[in-house]
């Protein structure tokens, strides 16, 4: 069963879902999203149901999107062009800043966020067609810079592999953001791009703790599992960085070090870092987590990210929203350059080849007149 209230007063809820409803989830509430002007609420009335709400599913639906890539002028982001090729991620990491997009589609950041799927089963066509267009410029085009590129669903969909395959025969260069071990699926296709220098993986590493990793990223692949996914893709010649993302103060920056020594021995070439951020609907969410999974370190973890946001939960602003900035702030970015700098970490980065592109159809001549 479900009511409808004015949103004026749904901040004050605490909407916690039975965890039996969210097993294997990250979120612990699934509020109305902020663009909806009446916020949902499920409850039981003991008649229809029988004593039981039904438990949070995974559903797919299909993005019709006519375009597939991005463009961004963020300063603080190290690539302008992305594709995403899933709108929503069932890793369901609590603290993923692609959360409060979902409210755009009419959903709810939290555990809408994690259930509610959308595919783009047109990507590597759509891809196909915006670089056959005369004045396209080939530069790097990073793959999931929002949502994971190799979440679950990614085993049956296969959109990335389609969009590699596009990539590839383009000779386009590509960069992957993910934390999931299916990347190395598509070994066949990033070693030889690897080789041209046209491809490159950072893989997301937060903790080496098993049971933390369990709790805030729960249908993520285990720190150990994305240990042996950098192996595998620097033993077959694709650059690897690791990416610490996000840095949890107080809950997991004592382990800056030991993430950073172990991505190296897998063979990890470079290594970057962000700071929790908490915009939106996340700083609600995060909380909700945090106190059920670290009561005891919740004040603590609370304080001091603000203590790198002027007193703030978050601060926006470019060059602040991934690093903050006071005394903690600069004692990490102390810590993560010295220990890249004794470990050899980022000395070898060559940007990307973008002169071997060769643009769909012709074999890459324009004819002069048509």
């Avoid at 990250?26 to 663009?35: D, E, V």
């Avoid at 590839?168 to 041209?196: C, E, F, Q, Y």
């Avoid at 107080?250 to 993430?259: A, Y």
């Avoid at 470990?343 to 973008?354: D, H, I, S």
Wanted: glycine content about 8%; proline content about 6%.
């Amino acid at each position: 069963m479900a009511s409808d209230r004015d949103l004026s007063d749904y901040p004050a809820m605490q909407d916690v879902v039975d965890s039996e409803r969210r097993r294997g989830r990250g979120a612990r509430s699934n509020r109305t999203g902020r663009f909806e002007s009446q916020a949902h609420e499920e409850f039981d009335d003991g008649w229809e149901t029988l004593g039981e709400l039904e438990a949070f599913k995974t559903e797919v639906f299909e993005d019709t999107s006519k375009s597939i890539i991005s463009h961004n002028d963020s300063p603080d982001v190290s690539f302008d062009s992305s594709i995403n090729p899933y709108r929503g991620c069932e890793h369901g990491c609590i603290y993923c800043y692609a959360r409060p997009s979902h409210c755009y589609l009419g959903h709810s950041a939290g555990l809408d966020f994690e259930t509610k799927l959308y595919a783009k089963p047109n990507a590597a066509v759509l891809l196909e067609r915006e670089l056959k267009r005369p004045g396209y410029k080939p530069e790097t085009i990073a793959i999931g810079g929002n949502t994971d590129p190799y979440q679950p669903i990614e085993r049956e969909r296969r959109i990335t592999r389609a969009i590699l395959e596009v990539m590839a025969t383009a000779n386009h260069p590509v960069g992957i953001i993910t934390k999931s071990a299916l990347v190395a699926r598509d070994i066949d296709i990033l070693a030889p791009m690897a080789a041209k220098n046209l491809a490159r993986v950072a893989v997301s590493i937060t903790t080496l703790d098993r049971h933390v990793a369990r709790a805030m990223e729960p249908r993520a692949a285990t720190p150990s599992k994305r240990l042996d996914t950098v192996k595998r893709l620097a033993d077959a010649g694709i650059p690897v960085t690791v990416m610490v993302a996000p840095i949890i103060p107080g809950l997991t920056d004592h382990e800056i070090e030991p993430i950073l020594e172990a991505a190296r021995e897998a063979g990890a070439r470079d290594a970057g870092y962000v700071l929790l951020r908490l915009p939106l609907e996340i700083k609600d969410l995060f909380r909700e987590w945090l106190r059920e999974e670290f009561p005891d370190r919740a004040d603590k973890v609370i304080s001091l990210l603000r203590s790198m946001h002027g007193g703030r939960d978050y601060t926006a602003h470019f060059g602040v929203r991934q690093r903050g900035r006071g005394p903690y702030a600069s004692q990490i970015a102390l810590r993560f350059r010295l220990t890249k700098k004794r470990l050899g970490l980022g000395e070898e980065r060559v940007p990307l080849r973008t002169d071997l592109f060769i643009r769909p159809g012709n074999g890459g001549q324009q004819l002069s007149l048509l």
